[in-house]
């Protein structure tokens, strides 16, 4: 029981510290990826549902943090390494927007890319996709039916 319990911790604290492995040998699946993913925690909450079409991935992503507005909308990805790679195109307070969104794949689930952006065609894109920070903790699991 204790080693389950610290296989757990490790591989749990590996996912949420450390980014995917570029170029790694474990490609993902795109039909492998398809389900809900969610984050939970007090009253902050992100579910993302994923469809393979064809070699990419479409569904809804929503976004609510306490406090601050609310975000849904359209996510569209590609797998790349060890990465789902896409725009979301999304609305708040209103207002239609679209930016870049960047989840490593890990055993766990989905954790997303956060780093420096930039502006290109009203879009908002990552400067550099290899520098992205996923320390944040925002784990999304899948959920099992």
């Known amino acids: 029981m204790k080693f389950g319990i610290l296989g757990f911790t490790i591989i749990s604290f590996f996912a949420c510290n450390h980014a ?23 009253r902050d909450s992100i579910r993302l549902e994923l469809n393979a079409k064809g070699d990419s991935l479409i569904g ?6 306490y406090e601050k507005d609310r975000n849904s ?3 569209r990805a590609v797998v790349q390494d ?6 979301y195109t999304f609305n708040s307070e209103g207002q239609s927007s679209t930016r ?7 055993p766990n689930g ?3 890319g956060f780093g420096e952006v930039k502006e290109i065609d009203g879009i908002m894109v990552f400067n550099d ?11 999304l699991t899948k959920k099992t039916n």
């Not at 995917?20 to 007090?42: C, F, I, M, R, T």
């Not at 809804?60 to 943090?65: I, V």
């Not at 060890?82 to 725009?87: D, F, H, P, Q």
Request: charged share 20%; hydrophobic share 35%.
């Open 60 to 65: 809804s992503l929503d976004y609510a943090f």
């Open 73 to 75: 909308g359209v996510f």
């Open 110 to 112: 989905l954790i997303e």
């Open 129 to 139: 996709i290899k520098s992205l920070q996923y320390n944040h903790g925002m784990l």
């Open 82 to 87: 060890s990465i789902l790679r896409g725009k």
């Open 20 to 42: 995917p492995e570029q170029g790694s040998q474990q490609e993902s699946n795109v039909a492998d990826l398809e389900g809900v993913y969610e984050y939970h925690k007090g």
């Open 100 to 106: 870049e969104i960047v989840f490593g794949i890990v």
